[in-house]
């Protein structure tokens, strides 16, 4: 069974901070995203990676694929409470279906 | 480009009843997703259509359906409801469904009483 661990499950920092999220996998995958949910919303898209090694950023966000394409990282620099959310990280796992890591819920105060 | 639109937003329902959720996806997309979401249990694989065919169900009863019609249209229906189908329904689209990326529309919220 394939799965995606994410750590940590929970992050509560001040503004200003930087933090780490790990998705991690026993599987090799073709591309890997990332999402963030708000309370009572869908999950957004943030970025896919699909390279093995490749660092994508996007504003104060960076997000890495695994050199073995098995996991990913996404640092946030100087957290501000607007990233509050649901991280959540996904893979194609093969015959139409997408699996999802367990999230990590993120609190930035102000 | 319009996104992924889910209604109803909020739904009630009691033990017993049925319910029918409605997914519009991306203009082009071809391929929706349902996936069930609950605090304790994440986001959870429900099926997934592409050109009125279902390819892949998770490990849901019975009870749980769907289908989805020429113009890409998806809806999912669950009957005879429990209280543990309380939780956020999302539905996604793609292109084709395999690989790629997956766009959410906002989820209906189901509670059952």
């Known amino acids: 069974t394939q799965l995606l661990e994410q750590s940590p499950q929970f992050l509560s920092i001040q503004e200003g901070e930087n933090l780490t999220v790990y998705c991690n996998s026993s599987s090799v995958f073709s591309s890997l995203q990332w999402y963030r949910q708000e309370p009572g919303e869908g999950p957004v898209l943030l970025v896919t990676v699909v390279t093995g090694g490749e660092v994508k950023k996007l504003k104060r966000l960076t997000f890495q694929f695994g050199d073995a394409r098995k996991d990913s990282s996404l640092h946030i620099t100087a957290a501000q409470p607007g990233d509050t959310g649901l991280y959540l990280c996904a893979a194609y796992s093969g015959t139409y279906k997408y699996i999802f890591g367990t999230g990590t819920r993120l609190k930035v105060l102000a | 480009k319009a996104g992924v639109t889910q209604t109803p937003r909020y739904l009630i329902k009691t033990r017993g009843q049925q319910v029918t959720l409605s997914c519009s996806p991306i203009s082009g997309h071809r391929s929706v997703s349902w996936y069930q979401q609950t605090p304790g249990q994440g986001l959870q694989f429900l099926f997934e259509?592409?050109?009125?065919?279902?390819?892949n169900k998770g490990n849901f009863p019975g009870r749980f359906s769907g289908r989805q019609f020429s113009n890409s249209r998806s809806e999912m229906n669950v009957s005879t409801l429990e209280l543990g189908d309380s939780a956020l329904y999302l539905c996604?689209?793609?292109?084709?469904?395999?690989?790629?990326?997956?766009?959410f529309g906002p989820g209906t919220r189901l509670t059952v009483l």
């Open positions: 996604a689209s793609s292109f084709f469904g395999s690989d790629g990326e997956q766009f």
């Open positions: 259509y592409f050109s009125e065919t279902q390819r």
